[in-house]
C-alpha cells in the first residue's frame, strides 16, 4: 500500500535525530532508544564486487539483493531477459530469485493515473512471474473519501489500463467493479493470481504465474515495447546467488551499475557508522517510532502512523508515514512539524524503485 508520507526539508544531524526521539517521548510514545536492536533497510548501495558487502559482515544481514542498474538504456527488452534466464536456469535452487524490471507506457488519455507504469518479468524456482504496476497521480489510502468525487473516473482508468497490459500480455484475467472497487480475477482459480499495492480504488498491481519458464519472454517484451522510443531505466534484482553466480550475471552487460539492498539488524546507535560504509549512493532506513494517531489527537480518527529515520550522504533526516490523514490535508503538515520539531514537506515515495 502507497502511504500519506512527509519529509524534513533540511539535513539532520544524528544527535537531532536522537533529539527528535527524545521528543516523541515526552509526548508519552515510545521511541527507539540508541542501545535498541532494529531493522535497518539499506538501498542503492553501489558497490564495485559482490566482496564489498563484506563491510557488512559485523552485523546479521538478510534479504540481500544485488541490483543491475542501467539508466537511460535503449536496447531489446527480449534478449536482455532471456539473458538473465539462460543464466539463472545454471544457477537456480530454493531461494533464489531473478527479476528485470522494464517501464510501459499507457496509451489512453490519463487525469488520474500516470501514463509510465511498471512490469517486472522474474523467475522463481520451478516457475516464472509477470507483474504490472500502476501509479496514481494522487495517494488516496484506504478509508479516505478525499476521492470519492471522482470514484467512477478513477475506476475506469485504472480498469482500462490494466485491461490494456493484459490484453498484451494475452492473460487469461478478468477485470471488473464491485462494491465500488476494482477487482481483478484470474479465469483459472488453479493459477498462482495475487493482486497488491491497495488503495481506496483496489488494487495498483497484479501478479501472475506460470510454471512455464519461457511463457512470458515475449508477452513482457511486447508490453516493454509500448515505452518506445526513447531511453528508460531498466533494472535487475538478483537474490541467494553465489559470488560466483554474480559474476556470470555481470557479464551480461559489464557496464550495468551494482547496487545493494538488504535488511541490518543493529543497535539504533550503529546508523552512522553504516552510513559511512553504503556512502556516495547509498540510503538506510529505519523506523524511531510507530503510535496510533488517537494517542496524540482523540477527537480525530484513528490512523497508523510510523516515524522514521532516512540517511544518505548529505546527512539524516525524519519522515513521517500514515496510512491516512487524521486532518485535513491543509493541517497535516503543520501537525507533524509540531510532532518531530523541525520543518516537513508532502512526499509520497515513488513506486517504481
Not at 527488452?77 to 530454493?94: I, K, P, S
Not at 518479468?121 to 476521492?147: C, D, K, M, N
Request: net charge negative; glycine share 6%.
Amino acid at each position: 500500500m502507497r502511504e500519506r508520507r512527509w519529509e524534513t526539508t533540511a539535513p539532520l544531524t544524528f544527535d537531532q535525530v536522537l533529539g527528535v526521539g527524545e521528543r516523541l517521548a515526552a509526548l508519552g510514545l515510545k521511541p527507539a532508544a540508541p542501545s535498541k536492536d532494529v531493522i535497518c533497510y539499506v538501498e542503492e548501495w553501489t558497490v564495485k564486487s559482490p566482496e564489498d558487502f563484506e563491510q557488512l559482515d559485523g552485523w546479521s544481514t538478510e534479504d540481500v539483493t544485488l541490483i543491475h542498474v542501467r539508466e537511460d538504456w535503449r536496447g531489446d527488452f527480449f534478449l536482455l531477459a532471456g539473458a538473465y534466464h539462460t543464466v539463472y536456469q545454471r544457477y537456480q535452487d530454493v531461494g533464489t530469485y531473478c527479476s528485470i524490471s522494464h517501464p510501459w507506457r499507457i496509451r489512453d488519455s490519463l487525469q488520474l493515473h500516470d501514463p509510465r507504469s511498471m512490469l517486472w518479468l522474474g523467475f522463481r524456482h520451478a516457475h516464472s512471474f509477470i507483474r504490472v504496476r500502476l501509479q496514481t497521480q494522487e495517494v488516496i489510502t484506504p478509508g479516505e473519501t478525499r476521492g470519492d468525487a471522482e470514484r467512477a473516473q478513477w475506476l475506469e482508468e485504472r480498469r482500462t489500463s490494466f485491461l490494456e497490459a493484459i490484453t498484451l500480455l494475452e492473460l487469461p484475467i478478468e477485470t471488473l467493479v464491485e462494491k465500488q472497487q476494482l477487482v481483478l480475477r484470474s479465469v483459472d482459480p488453479s493459477v498462482p493470481f495475487f493482486c497488491s499495492w491497495p488503495d481506496a480504488f483496489g488494487p495498483c498491481q497484479f501478479e501472475y504465474n506460470t510454471a512455464d519458464a519461457y511463457e512470458f519472454l515475449v508477452p513482457a517484451s511486447k508490453l516493454a515495447a509500448t515505452a518506445a522510443p526513447g531511453l528508460v531505466g531498466v533494472r535487475a534484482y538478483l537474490t541467494g546467488f553465489s559470488d560466483v553466480a554474480l559474476v556470470d550475471f555481470q557479464a551480461i552487460e559489464p557496464t550495468a551499475r551494482s547496487a545493494y539492498r538488504c535488511s541490518v539488524h543493529c543497535p539504533f546507535s550503529d546508523m552512522p557508522e553504516i552510513r559511512s560504509i553504503i556512502e556516495p549512493d547509498g540510503r538506510l532506513y529505519s523506523t524511531l517510532c510507530e503510535f496510533q494517531t488517537q494517542e496524540l489527537l482523540p477527537e480525530c480518527d484513528d490512523a497508523s502512523a510510523i516515524i522514521g529515520m532516512v540517511g544518505s550522504h548529505i546527512g539524516f533526516g525524519i519522515e513521517a508515514r500514515l496510512n491516512k490523514a487524521p486532518l485535513k490535508d491543509e493541517a497535516m503538515a503543520a501537525w507533524v512539524e509540531r510532532l518531530i520539531g523541525h520543518p516537513v514537506t508532502y512526499a509520497p515515495l515513488p513506486a517504481f524503485v
